[in-house]
Nanobody, 122 residues
């Protein structure tokens, strides 16, 4: 059974930075595409970015381009999301998820973490 656990969320001032981590428990981390999603209060969950085993990624969501960076360490079974120049509209619960294919469609992601809260104050 695959389990994902996010960490690194918290409260930060606008313009600040956070680094989220997602730990993957399972046999075949390198075979999965790892994605980040987020859900703001009162809104549906949205795709942020995803990465394959080599570290290559999808395009970033337009709302985060130039500010967020995904990376992964296959030796540690961990994927990261570095978030810089944070804005109040980035406030959301952030989720990591695992898929067998490169996609932005959340319906293709097989395993999900419980999420970590990011709050950005103005």
């Amino acid at each position: 059974q695959v389990q994902l656990v996010e960490s690194g969320g918290g409260l930060v001032q606008a313009g600040g930075s956070l680094r989220l981590s997602c730990a993957f428990s399972g046999r075949t981390f390198r075979t999965y595409v790892m994605g980040w999603f987020r859900q703001a209060p009162g809104k549906e969950r949205e795709f942020v970015v995803a990465s394959i085993w080599s570290g290559g990624s999808t395009d970033y969501a337009d709302s985060v381009k130039g500010r967020f960076t995904i990376s992964r360490d296959n030796a540690k079974n961990t994927v990261y999301l570095q978030m810089n120049s944070l804005k109040p509209e980035d406030t959301a619960v952030y989720y990591c998820a695992a898929s067998r294919m490169m996609t932005m469609d959340e319906r293709s992601y097989l395993y999900w973490g419980q999420g970590t809260q990011v709050t950005v104050s103005s």
